[in-house]
């Protein structure tokens, strides 16, 4: 079982910008979706974007379509938020996970269809 580590979280202001990486280890990476996840204080963790194994396909949760953009290297094992024009409502602690699947699909988003998380990375984005 590989592991992940996010970087990139950070306080800003709203209609700032960030951009999250996570770098992965193990050999599944290349062929796994990946995907990012959010949880804020007294909120169950929410889907916010995946991407397929080769970075064709990706799907978001509307709240952030025209926001953020998922993208992954595969070459460095590492998947990217860029994260644009944030919103308080953005302010949450962000995790990365590795897909149980190779492509996407809106029926794949739950928590239970990753098999591997991060230790995650806060974003705060203040008003």
């Known amino acids: 079982q590989g592991q992940l580590v996010e970087s990139g979280g950070g306080l800003v202001q709203a209609g700032g910008s960030l951009r999250l990486s996570c770098a992965a280890s193990?050999?599944?990476?290349?062929?796994?979706?990946m995907g990012w996840f959010r949880q804020a204080p007294g909120k169950e963790r929410e889907f916010v974007a995946a991407?397929?194994?080769?970075?064709?396909?990706?799907i978001y949760v509307e709240s952030v379509k025209g926001r953020f953009t998922i993208s992954r290297d595969n070459a460095k094992n590492t998947v990217y938020l860029q994260m644009n024009s944030l919103k308080p409502e953005d302010t949450a602690v962000y995790y990365c996970?590795?897909?149980?699947?190779?492509?996407?699909?809106?029926?794949?988003?739950?928590?239970?269809?990753?098999?591997?998380w991060g230790q995650g990375t806060q974003v705060t984005v203040s008003s």
């Open positions: 996970a590795v897909s149980k699947y190779a492509n996407v699909a809106v029926t794949t988003t739950r928590p239970s269809d990753f098999r591997s």
């Open positions: 193990g050999r599944t990476f290349s062929t796994s979706a």
């Open positions: 991407i397929s194994w080769s970075g064709g396909s990706t």
